[in-house]
């Protein structure tokens, strides 16, 4: 294949269709880029589960290579496929449904996505020291692990915390 064929390829994908270059929190836009996908897909088991490993699997690659060939620099911002892969992975067993108790797993899980992926506790600052598109990708995808951790704890113990209203 064609280096620009792949060089635009992978610039399509890292920038998640381009929406990493909206100039103002771009990984932001990325997790939102994720919301969508997680809302209309996720009652489709087969279908989230096998976009989910689709993103996850081609998004080191990806951002490997936007890293090294195209934007020049370690970690560009415009790439963004990580946060969406990361929130995918934030939102595993769950689903939008349109409810209020969907809505409310959705907005604390986008939440504490975005608040592991900025903050980086232990070990995710370690992971983006990885060279290439790993440090890029595994450092979201672990962000995603701790909120889904958090969510779950939520949905199994939330009624002694007063999450539940039932």
Not at 59 to 73: N, P
Not at 122 to 144: E, F, H, R, S, T
Request: hydrophobic content about 50%; some cysteine.
């Amino acid at each position: 294949m064609d280096k620009k064929i792949n060089g635009r390829i992978a610039e399509l994908l890292a920038t998640f269709f381009y929406i990493g270059y909206i100039p103002f929190m771009p990984g932001t836009f990325g997790t939102i880029a994720g919301v969508i996908i997680f809302v209309f897909l996720s009652k489709s088991f087969f279908v989230y589960y096998g976009l989910l490993i689709a993103i996850a699997a081609c998004s080191v690659w990806v951002s490997g290579y936007a890293e090294k060939h195209i934007f020049e620099t370690k970690d560009p911002k415009a790439v963004v496929i990580d946060e969406v892969a990361g929130f995918l992975i934030a939102m595993i067993s769950f689903q939008f449904n349109g409810t209020l108790e969907s809505l409310k797993y959705l907005v604390i899980g986008f939440i504490l996505f975005r608040f592991f992926d900025i903050w980086k506790p232990y070990p995710i600052w370690n992971l983006q020291k990885l060279k290439g598109g790993w440090g890029i990708v595994l450092d979201d995808l672990m962000a995603g692990i701790y909120t889904n951790i958090i969510l779950q704890f939520i949905r199994h113990f939330g009624q002694f915390l007063c999450f539940n209203p039932d």
